[in-house]
């Protein structure tokens, strides 16, 4: 089963790393997600840009209205996410366990089952 394993942090921490802090914390998850990618388990993996670069499209009552950023009430943000083929959700787990000891600091992983994956580019219907 695929699991999503999104990534939770405060951008405005991760935001002020160095460079060389950001390439030691890339470097550590690297090692986590090789392994998960030798074993054929790795899905797709996406680091978000900022909140101040996002546009939202809230539902409203008649038509839906597009604002800018996300304006989150949360201390964390959504920074990115994993697409993790895993056994059970034990197993998701302890590939979140594992991120969260390669990325210092704060923060969480949210781990939830994907019901619908579509792994092949879709085609246009002929």
């Given at each position: 089963m695929l699991y999503a394993i999104l990534c939770?942090?405060?951008?405005?921490v991760v935001g002020s790393w160095s460079k060389a802090e950001d390439d030691a914390v890339m470097a550590s998850l690297g090692k986590v997600t090789g392994a998960l990618a030798?074993?054929?388990?790795?899905?797709?993996?996406?680091?978000?840009?900022?909140?101040?670069?996002?546009?939202?499209l809230r539902k409203g009552r008649d038509e839906p209205v597009?604002?800018?950023g996300p304006f989150?009430?949360?201390?964390?943000?959504?920074?990115?996410?994993?697409?993790?083929?895993?056994?059970n959700l034990d197993d998701a787990l302890d590939v979140a366990?594992?991120?969260?000891a390669a990325n210092p600091g704060s923060g969480s992983y949210?781990?939830?089952?994907?019901?619908?994956?579509?792994?092949?580019?879709?085609?246009?219907p002929a």
């Open positions: 939770y942090n405060s951008e405005d030798s074993q054929g388990r790795l899905g797709p993996v996406a680091r978000l840009l900022p909140t101040t670069a996002a546009t939202t597009v604002i800018d989150a009430e949360t201390k964390e943000q959504l920074l990115g996410f994993y697409l993790v083929d895993c056994n366990r594992d991120l969260a949210e781990v939830r089952p994907v019901g619908v994956y579509f792994p092949a580019p879709a085609t246009a």
